[in-house]
């Protein structure tokens, strides 16, 4: 019998290919190319699975090019990039990668936020140009971490994880908003209380977007949100760019509304809205929440997993989990 043909869509790591090419015929996208929609679909044909990452695009047009797809797994937790709806109407069967990202993305979002809040990327460049010549008191003063209140929208697993650190590592209190407030006992675990979208956005001095993208939150946060905001105050998102007005923040930024921002995912990456290079008071990284090695190769092994899973038989793939 003839092995199923499966589309690795971006060159993962090789022991993972080996494994799937015990069981699967493998295509791989051995040279990273960023492929067109129209290059992705011819790879696709003729393919019962495919493992992508969030930088491709799943849609109606591309599935009904590809009737003999069964199973679409991505490594990353996020899947704004798949449409699940049209995938479950033509039985193929879609998985992320949860979990095994949560704390490595927590990290990179404190990471982030202090950078932004003690302007970490500004000194650094000052001092790469050479612009550094006495020490003075203002110098690159910026806000504390330590005791300063922290917001958090969206508290699903990396939310909850930031809140972690905060309120156990930096003695922060923590404030949040979320679709539906968490469990008491969890509140009191992680010191962390539920607000209105208004409180979290006047109160929060760190600011930090963890809610996963749905069109509900397209520009959740735009010029009437970043008005509410203090003028200390600082802005992190790791979740995905479309969710902050970026034109709005921009403005904020040059007018001193907030203090600061940080942003690892932007609404038409990896093209960068120039103007978001134009203003200092920002930190800017190219989405790398979830990238550490280890944590990387977790993510591409759980969804190789879930392919073996579903184009086998006998084993019982995971669910979609938000
Ligand atoms: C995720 O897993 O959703 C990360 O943002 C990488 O795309």
């Not at 799943?58 to 937790?77: F, S, Y």
């Not at 509900?216 to 007005?245: C, S, W, Y």
């Not at 907030?258 to 200092?280: K, M, N, Q, R």
């Amino acid at each position: 019998m003839s092995k199923p043909k499966i589309l690795v869509a971006r060159a993962i790591f090789l022991d993972i290919i080996d494994q799937l090419r015990t069981k699967f015929d493998v295509e791989v996208n051995e040279y990273d190319d960023i492929w067109t929609q129209d290059e992705l679909i011819l790879h696709l044909q003729g393919k019962q699975g495919a493992l992508i990452t969030s930088s491709e695009k799943i849609d109606a047009k591309l599935l009904k090019a590809c009737p003999e797809l069964r199973a679409v797994c991505t490594l990353a937790v996020g899947y704004n990039n798949i449409d699940v709806a049209a995938c479950t109407a033509q039985g193929v069967l879609v998985t992320n990668a949860p979990n095994v990202l949560t704390e490595t993305t927590a990290d990179l979002g404190f990471a982030l936020m202090m950078a932004t809040a003690r302007r970490i990327g500004e000194s650094e460049r000052f001092l790469r140009e050479g612009l550094w010549r006495q020490w003075d008191i203002g110098f690159f003063a910026g806000q504390d971490i330590h005791g300063a209140t922290l917001g958090i929208l969206g508290m699903g697993r990396i939310g909850q994880a930031i809140a972690k650190r905060g309120s156990h590592g930096f003695g922060m209190p923590v404030i949040y908003h979320n679709r539906s407030r968490l469990a008491l006992e969890i509140e009191q675990q992680l010191n962390a209380r539920y607000v209105s979208k208004e409180e979290l956005l006047q109160q929060s001095d760190h600011l930090i977007i963890t809610v996963p993208y749905s069109p509900e939150v397209h520009h959740f946060i735009g010029q009437p949100e970043l008005a509410m905001m203090k003028p200390t105050a600082t802005l992190t998102n790791i979740a995905r760019g479309g969710i902050i007005d970026e034109v709005a923040l921009v403005e904020a930024l040059r007018t001193h509304q907030i203090a600061a921002a940080g942003l690892d995912v932007f609404e038409g990456e990896p093209h960068i809205d120039p103007d978001l290079l134009s203003v200092p008071n920002i930190v800017l990284t190219p989405h790398i929440g979830s990238a550490s090695l280890k944590t990387r190769h977790a993510m591409a092994n759980l969804a190789a997993q879930n392919l073996l899973a579903i184009l086998d038989p006998n084993s019982t793939p995971q669910p979609l989990t938000a």
